[in-house]
């Protein structure tokens, strides 16, 4: 028997062992995770528009892939009447969790964040001790980043030689990518292929399931003293970074590089953009930062907003009073085709000292100056926002009404 035939049977061995389990854990799951029928597919917390062809696209999750070493992701595309137009499946053999993720024209790409099983903390997650997301931690055996770049559509050019998508593109460095901003492809005349990506990402040794944004589900309470570190350690907090990866026409990979967004080196997440510019070549990122002033908590929560320009590598900022900080910015076109900042940053203020939040608006064109504050808006007390919350704004000749997902970690995918 050749060693190919092997390995063929070895692989129809692992899938059908995993199929196998996948039956005996779902209904499990289901009862412990779900209480709404035929809900076996999760959807992720990020949703993305496509613009250029007016879709809605949508990612779900298995849930019974928790709990193995295999990811099954499902790619939805609904018209503006909410009509399922396409869907792919795609079944990865490797154990990941995706919380955010991107598109391009003929992609949608994926970094693998890698997990494995926690069998201590299975088992008190099983018996309804802690919570499910006890049972996982995070898997820092590889020192590079796996990339996956899935056809978005596989039957657009029948005669090009597709590459083989269950294979990933390795980036040179292990990081834990958080949230994307923007992906985008630009193809020259021999047909090779040039994507850029832009993200925030953190060390695996810095990230922890249990105790995201400093909440501690033991205790109830909110503490953001772990999400700081001392001085030095601050490159394993959050922070944007570009990735670059250059195929060439039969799609092999040429270069894959990682660096830092403008080389801005402060503690950065939740990079957003004019959704407009979505899947497509876009100059500036937004993203809540620290602006480093406070002695105790520099790091995080944050407390300013940074509009990075990706062309001329400025920089320029807007940040809070005293005793206040920021969630996630929100970007809003005014409506018209106008230039790529024109239009408003929507973002929460928290007040510590009054316990209130605000809804702020700034002007992207004239964030570094003393005028970028639009207006702000004191939120009823009963109305305040939680930490982390998340959502883009959707106009109503797009989608019937605006989308937003609160930030929520489960199954494979939060």
């Known amino acids: 028997m050749s060693p190919e035939a092997d390995d063929d049977g070895g692989e129809r061995f692992t899938a059908d062992f995993l199929g196998v389990a996948a039956k005996i854990l779902k209904p499990i799951l289901l009862g412990m995770l779900m209480s709404v029928q035929d809900a076996s597919k999760r959807l992720l917390s990020h949703y993305k528009i496509d613009v250029k062809r007016n879709r809605l696209l949508i990612m779900s999750c298995n849930a019974e892939d928790m709990l193995l070493p295999r990811s099954n992701f499902t790619f939805y595309e609904f018209d503006s009447n909410f009509k399922l ?14 919380h955010d993720w991107a598109f391009t024209d003929s ?45 978005r559509c596989p039957n657009a050019q029948p005669n090009r030689l597709a590459r083989d998508w269950r294979v990933p593109i390795e980036a040179p460095s292990q990081m834990w990518v958080l949230h994307v901003a923007n992906a985008f492809e630009e193809k020259n005349l021999n047909g090779n292929l040039h994507i850029q990506i832009q993200a925030s990402s953190c060390s695996y040794h810095w990230f922890n399931f249990q105790k995201m944004f ?18 030095g350690q601050e490159k394993l907090l959050p922070h944007l970074v570009q990735v670059n990866i250059s195929l060439d026409a039969k799609g092999n990979c040429q270069e894959c590089r990682v660096n830092d967004l403008n080389q801005w080196n402060r503690p950065s997440d939740f990079p957003v953009i004019n959704q407009d510019f979505s899947g497509t070549k876009n100059t500036y990122v937004y993203a809540a930062s620290s602006s480093g002033s406070r002695q105790a908590l520099p790091h995080f929560p944050f407390d300013t907003v940074v509009k990075l320009d990706t062309v001329d590598k400025s920089t320029h900022t807007w940040s809070t009073g005293r005793r206040r900080f920021i969630g996630e910015p929100i970007y809003i076109p005014k409506g018209s085709k106008g230039e790529e900042d024109d239009g408003y940053l929507l973002v929460v203020e928290y007040a510590v000292s009054t316990q209130r939040c605000y809804l702020v608006i700034l002007d992207p064109k004239l964030m570094g ?9 004191e939120v009823p ?30 199954a494979s995918a939060p």
């Not at 919570?131 to 020192?143: D, Q, W």
């Not at 400093?214 to 001085?231: A, F, K, V």
């Open 85 to 98: 137009l396409q869907s792919q499946e795609f079944n990865i053999p490797d154990h990941m969790m995706i």
């Open 107 to 151: 992609h949608y790409i994926l970094f693998g964040n890698r997990i494995k099983l926690d069998v201590a903390g299975s088992m008190t997650a099983v018996f309804g001790l802690s919570p499910m997301i006890s049972a996982l931690s995070l898997n820092p055996s590889k020192s590079t980043s796996p990339i996956y770049l899935l056809p």
């Open 214 to 231: 400093g909440y501690d589900w033991q205790s109830g309470r909110l503490d953001p003293s772990m999400m700081n570190l001392e001085q």
């Open 369 to 377: 100056r003393k005028n970028a504050l639009v207006a702000r808006f």
């Open 381 to 410: 007390r009963h109305l305040n926002f939680p930490l982390g919350f998340h959502g883009f704004w959707a106009p109503h000749t797009q989608v019937s009404r605006p989308i937003a997902q609160e930030f929520a970690l489960s």
